[in-house]
């Protein structure tokens, strides 16, 4: 069979954001759309002849399609051989394992990761480099200008081989290796975690509930929580991936895990609740009657990490997003290892952790992981919970309140406005960026600023430098607000509002967070003007 060049495209818009590139699934299914972004990303990374790749998605509706169109393409373009998940199903964090694990050469990843699915929701297509993480910027800048350039994509004529079946199988010359998503995985994981403590704790009557939205998660956590350690069946909720994510929008956060949240804040919860989103990279983690926010759970795991099977050694180090708080920092210095702070973004830690300068890396926006893979990963995080908790002997709600009394708590939220008209955010942003330079000394809802700048970062490992990060002011005392533009949304603008401040009373360690917040909240209306320039009095989204 040969193979044929069709000519479409260029397409504008093709520009990676925070995570690869997400638009209306309606968009990428325009014809020659997905063709032209993924001929961009081959021309971009030097052609894919010989190479080896890894190709797998959350299983959202047009997944399969766009897996079997990419196989067709990368046959055309001489690959050697394709890695792809049966069902062309793989959670990100998976992906990256199998990158990693059979040294292949990148991964193309069919997600619009916690974006809901289906014909009227998201999709999106990401390129993960030879270390299994993200493409870094100037790989995605390279692929934008590719997108500006391609006049078409070259296509096998052969159809892609059936993906339910697992086995090797010839398209063209190239392989197609269709493998079990979650063997491999959950080997990895049985070598990080202490499934025995686990067990034990089973055994001793610890209930819990994983909720996988109807998204990627589903097939490993059953795997792992209940087939191998032995949690009982159902303790997975939601378990079967569907197209369209059963209608829900698959972000593990208070406001879209609405029935966990009941279910643990309610009078016959379970020991521990957690969730993963459409692909499984975020996870949010809950007590019986606790939730720990994504921040103070990156500290909790850094600080305990050496309790965990794969981690015994210690860690190396800890990396987090600057909008994360600054609880983690505290556990750096306690453990006396370095504390970088990256841009928001998984793929700013992938120099660090391939440098070994960071073991334990986390976000505000629900992602934590380490040095296994170099994604974020859901499922990893709830397992090193688990872990710890068992080796703990501790319920969720002790190990937060003694970490908060050993270090000292960081009241923290953000504040989420969605899908505001572009021109309004960036009025927003432009305010505040004009005035930073006059604001150090000023006093804003009665507290005095100590700095304030536009964040830009020097990776410290290959010196590339990303400005333009998001906008922080700090007060005295040290707690601070920070606002940028996500890279992730598909409609308008979501502008996020990030709040900080820490409180070491022990006397004081129990409030509400909004009402800890609130002078913050006054402090960051004053400053930035949110309601007076978009009209929104409150936020969308409260995390
Ligand atoms: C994705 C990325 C994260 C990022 C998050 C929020 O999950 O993998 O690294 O923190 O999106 O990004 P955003 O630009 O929407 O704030
Ligand atoms: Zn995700």
């Known amino acids: 069979m040969t193979s044929t060049f069709v000519a479409a495209g260029p397409f504008a818009g093709q520009k990676p954001g925070t995570s690869g590139l997400r638009k209306k699934t309606a968009e990428f299914m325009r014809p020659g759309y997905l063709e032209c972004f993924v001929q961009a990303v081959f021309d971009a990374i030097g052609g894919v002849s010989g190479k080896v790749l890894v190709l797998g998605g959350d299983g959202r509706y047009f997944g399969r399609q766009a897996a079997e169109t990419i196989l067709r393409m990368a046959a055309a373009g001489g690959a050697a051989r394709v890695i792809v998940g049966r069902g062309a199903i793989l959670s990100t964090p998976a992906a990256s394992h199998l990158i990693r694990l059979n040294a292949a050469d990148g991964g193309l990843i069919l997600s619009a990761s916690h974006n809901p699915g289906g014909p009227d929701g998201d999709f999106g297509v990401k390129y993960n480099i030879a270390n299994g993480g993200p493409a870094p910027e100037a790989v995605t800048a390279a692929i934008h200008a590719a997108t500006e350039r391609v006049t078409g994509y070259h296509i096998a004529g052969a159809p892609a081989p059936d993906l339910d079946r697992i086995g090797e199988s010839r398209l063209d010359g190239m392989v197609v290796q269709v493998v079990d998503p979650v063997t491999d995985y959950a080997a990895l994981m049985e070598r990080l975690v202490d499934f025995d403590a686990i067990r034990a704790l089973v055994a001793g009557g610890f209930r819990m509930r994983f909720d996988a939205m109807s998204a990627v998660t589903g097939p490993y956590a059953v795997e792992i929580l209940e087939h191998r350690i032995g949690f009982a069946p159902g303790t997975v909720v939601n378990a079967v991936p569907e197209p369209d994510f059963g209608g829900h929008h698959p972000d593990p956060n208070p406001a879209h895990a609405r029935d966990l949240w009941d279910e643990l804040m309610g009078p016959d919860a379970p020991d521990f609740g957690a969730a993963s989103d459409g692909d499984g990279d975020r996870n949010m983690i809950l007590g019986r009657g606790v939730y720990v926010s994504p921040s103070d759970s990156l500290a909790v795991i ?34 006396g290892v370095d504390l970088h702070e990256t841009p928001t973004g998984w793929k700013f830690f992938g120099t660090l952790l391939d440098a070994g300068r960071a073991t334990i890396c986390g976000e505000e926006s629900f992602g934590t992981g380490s040095d296994h893979v170099r994604e974020k990963d859901g499922l990893w995080a709830v397992l090193i919970w688990l872990n710890i908790l068992a080796a703990r002997g501790k319920g969720v709600a002790e190990v937060l309140d003694g970490h908060w009394r050993q270090f000292g708590r960081n009241y923290y939220s953000r504040h989420d406005y969605e899908a505001l008209p572009v021109a309004a955010a960036e009025a927003v942003m432009a305010g505040l960026r004009a005035a930073l330079p006059g604001l150090p000394g000023r006093v804003v809802a009665g507290m005095t600023v100590t700095a304030a700048d536009d964040f830009a970062y020097r990776d410290p490992v290959d010196g590339s430098s990303s400005a333009g990060q998001g906008l922080r002011v700090a007060f005295e005392g040290g707690a601070r607000i920070v606002l940028r533009l996500s890279g992730t949304g598909t409609e308008g603008a979501t502008l996020r509002l990030y709040l900080d401040r820490m409180e070491d009373d022990p006397d004081r360690m129990a409030q509400d967070p909004q009402e800890a917040l609130a002078p913050l909240i006054a402090a960051a209306e004053d400053l930035a003007g949110i309601a007076r320039l978009t009209g929104r009095a409150v936020p969308d989204v409260i995390t």
């Open 302 to 335: 850094a600080a305990n990490a050496h309790l965990c099977k794969g981690y015994a050694g210690g860690i190396r180090g800890i990396a987090r997003s600057m909008p994360t708080s600054a609880a983690a920092d505290r556990v750096a210095a306690h453990l």
